[in-house]
């Protein structure tokens, strides 16, 4: 269970910072509202305090984070974007999910 709950924070975690950072992409190369930045700036501040929700390290948190941001940001490049994936986008992407279980949930002592 310890697993899925991080899994899940981790995918929420990354949407909360992917939407902190479009939007104002959006506005900047789009020329959107700048309006979006309000969003933009309450989406970045959730995104930083669900990281502080984990109970590990927070250096141990931040790196096997990266990994999930990479694999919801490929989602995100498919299904807001609409590109697809490359093959090699997909096989980093599960090399980095690989990288955050390694990080996260092997076992401590060693």
Same mark, same amino acid.
């Given at each position: 269970m310890f697993e899925l709950k991080t899994l899940a924070l981790f995918l929420v975690t990354a949407v909360a910072?992917? +939407?902190?950072?479009y939007l104002p992409w959006l506005w900047l190369k789009q020329d959107k509202s700048i309006w @979006? @930045? +309000?969003p933009a700036a309450l989406s970045l501040a959730l995104f930083a305090w669900l990281l502080s929700w984990h109970p590990t390290a927070a250096g141990r948190t931040y790196a096997a984070y990266g990994g999930v941001y990479i694999f919801v940001a490929i989602l995100w490049l498919w299904s807001v974007e609409g590109i697809r994936p490359t093959t090699w986008d997909l096989v980093g992407s599960a090399v980095a999910m690989l990288g955050m279980a390694i990080i996260?949930?092997?076992p401590k002592n060693a």
């Open positions: 910072e992917i +939407v902190g950072c @979006l @930045l +309000v996260m949930f092997a």
